[in-house]
């Protein structure tokens, strides 16, 4: 397999990422590979925290000689465009983008393209399956079946239960609701009009928030008519863990979906109590082998099956 830089055009961006391939013969699988939510570059990391999980998705693909292409959002890396101003939308469209850059390609056999998300690449994931039949599936890492200003406010809930003793006691004294502070905050948001706002002293994407608290998967996920693969950690609490079980439910589709014992939202095994404070020691962890070669061998049966389909 190598590594080659490939870029395609999405509105008014240029985005630019990394096409692992082979020297086969003729037009094979591809897996496009999407990261989650924040300027996120092709390899699953931000300025704030590295987590390489499509860097890890895409070397594991890789060794079971799956082709896969993954690129910087916009704003990010190699890739044009701003950021602070791109909405969910946007990154909706660049991903239906980079769709079609693979299928124009001479080495990719169109009919075999699969779409792997984690996080935000889950809701976008679960939106390109929706409207494009012609995918040969989608797995759906920490995907979600929730409307966005909900599972933001559930997330609130989860993080302020998972802060430190101490932490919640001098909240407590100081009369600090974490709950009650994000819910202000998704106010300010829902009332905001521009791409940025200033919202407790931080310049925002509200664009993007705004865009994503309206957005409701559930119509999207009961449209799906390619198989699905749904995989989502225990221990997630940026993503309701039950949602994987409604995602079964909503799709019609062959849809294998799971809960995955002890995993969390960063894709890895955490034995104490899930935290938002433990990202950082998680994230020098490789993610989980399991989650990998579950997700290997489902795209590999995937790919197969798609190419049995075409040819029968």
């Not at 502070?181 to 925002?204: F, N, P």
């Not at 935290?275 to 995937?302: C, F």
Request: charge should be negative; charged fraction near 25%; proline fraction near 5%.
């Amino acid at each position: 397999m190598r590594n080659i830089h490939l870029s395609f055009s999405s509105g008014p961006a240029n985005l630019a990422g990394t096409l692992v391939t082979d020297e086969q013969a003729g037009p094979g699988p591809a897996v496009l590979l999407l990261s989650g939510s924040g300027p996120i570059d092709r390899d699953s990391n931000s300025e704030q925290l590295s987590i390489g999980v499509m860097e890890q998705v895409a070397g594991h693909l890789a060794l079971h000689g799956l082709a896969s292409f993954r690129y910087d959002k916009r704003g990010v890396g190699e890739s044009g465009g701003d950021f602070m101003s791109s909405g969910l939308h946007d990154n909706i469209d660049d991903a239906a983008a980079a769709i079609e850059t693979l299928r124009a390609r001479a080495d990719v056999d169109p009919e075999r393209i699969i779409v792997v998300g984690h996080s935000e690449g889950a809701v976008i994931a679960t939106e390109l399956a929706a409207a494009d039949p012609g995918l040969a599936g989608v797995v759906l890492l920490a995907g979600t079946a929730t409307l966005g200003a909900d599972l933001l406010r559930w997330q609130a809930v989860q993080v302020s239960a998972s802060q430190a003793r101490p932490v919640r006691l001098l909240s407590r004294v100081l009369r600090r609701d974490v709950v009650r502070t994000q819910c202000k905050r998704l106010e300010q948001i829902e009332e905001s009009t521009g791409d940025t706002a200033r919202i407790h002293r931080v310049e925002m994407n509200v664009k993007w928030l705004r865009e994503f608290m309206a957005h409701d998967p559930a119509p999207s996920l009961e449209s799906i008519r390619v198989p699905v693969l749904a995989l989502t950690g225990s221990k997630d609490i940026q993503v309701d863990p039950d949602d994987v079980r409604r995602i079964g439910q909503l799709v019609p589709a062959d849809c294998s979906a799971r809960i995955v014992d002890g995993l969390t939202h960063l894709l890895r095994t955490e034995a104490g109590p899930p935290s938002l404070r433990a990202y950082d020691e998680q994230a020098k962890r490789p993610v989980d082998a399991g989650l990998l070669a579950t997700v290997t061998r489902w795209a590999r049966q995937r790919a197969t099956q798609a190419s049995s389909e075409t040819t029968s």
